[in-house]
């Protein structure tokens, strides 16, 4: 089975891997978004698809747009199968999803229609889902709208990082890939419609929601913690300077939002309950555990963390 691989970042690189090492499948070309700077210092750097497919020795291609007459007949060359999608980061037109035999099938991390969208895991885990999963589906041309192929759901643990469930989400990815493209090749696959009254979207992540707010409960906050671990993560003021968070504990302990009620461990209340902060990172410093933190700018009870 011909088939060209488009996706960005490392959510995707297990897949095409497995894809590049499997005997079964060609891959004839891989697409990719194009180098982008990152840093202060803004360094062009290749997404890690590119990384992946270079080890492998797999043609790379990186077009900024699909309205290019001369990109779609350089993708119809390779006379793909099957396209296979997994967060690539570029709505696809009709031109691209009509060009392989068996369509388009996108990897996508959440159970849809819950959670379309560019940041499903991590919405999840924001949300305080307790259960995601991964769902195939056969694209079209809406946003995460198409035919839903293969689903596998997995429990999410109450501490969990988003990062954490992307690792997991990722290797399970793969796992649903190769079942879809099994079940394509033998002609035993079915199409489930998605109900859009059940739909929800999960929007990308900005640094600008990655404040915390010590109003909302111990679970939310912790929740956000989680969600915006390892990006961008969430982050409070203390002493006029960024603290960022990245990791909790709930605690049942009560007390005015943002007051420390313990530094020994180093807890914080919320508007219902209170957080156990664990690792911390105040800006222009390294990160450390919080109760080192607190040790090192003499924190003391009542003291309050904006």
């Not at 089975?1 to 959510?11: K, R, S």
């Not at 192929?149 to 501490?159: A, H, N, R, W």
Request: glycine content about 8%; charged content about 25%.
């Amino acid at each position: 089975m011909n088939i060209v691989f488009m996706g960005t970042p490392d959510f995707a690189v297990p897949s095409l891997e497995a894809l590049a090492q499997s005997e079964k499948y060609n891959v004839k070309a891989v697409y990719t978004q194009p180098d982008k700077p990152v840093g202060r210092k803004r360094i062009l750097t290749p997404p890690d698809v590119k990384v992946c497919a270079e080890k492998y020795n797999l043609d790379v291609y990186q077009p900024t747009t699909f309205k290019d007459e001369s990109v779609i007949e350089e993708l119809k060359s390779f006379n793909p199968d099957v396209i296979v999608v997994i967060a690539y980061g570029k709505i696809l037109p009709k031109t691209v999803l009509d060009i392989p035999k068996y369509g388009c099938v996108n990897i996508h991390g959440s159970l849809l229609p819950k959670l379309r969208g560019a940041a499903p895991i991590q919405r999840a885990v924001i949300d305080g889902e307790e259960e995601t999963g991964v769902t195939s589906m056969l694209m079209d041309v809406g946003l995460d709208t198409g035919d839903m192929l293969i689903k596998e759901s997995v429990k999410i643990f109450p501490d969990e990082t988003a990062g954490e469930l992307f690792d997991r989400l990722s290797t399970l990815g793969t796992e649903v890939l190769f079942k879809t493209l099994e079940k394509i090749e033998d002609g035993t696959i079915t199409r489930e419609k998605q109900d859009n009254a059940c739909s929800t979207y999960a929007a990308m992540l900005s640094k600008e929601e990655s404040v915390i707010d010590w109003n909302l409960s111990a679970i939310s906050v912790h929740n956000k913690v989680r969600g915006m671990n390892p990006w961008p993560v969430a982050v409070t003021m203390f002493k006029g300077k960024k603290l960022k968070i990245f990791k909790t504990k709930v605690c049942e302990e009560n007390g005015a939002p943002g007051k420390v009620i313990s530094v020994n461990p180093p807890i914080v209340a919320c508007g219902k309950g209170s957080v156990e902060l664990l690792e911390v990172q105040l800006e222009g410093k390294k990160m450390m555990s919080a109760a080192d933190f607190f040790r090192g700018q003499r924190i003391a009870v009542g003291d309050i963390i904006e």
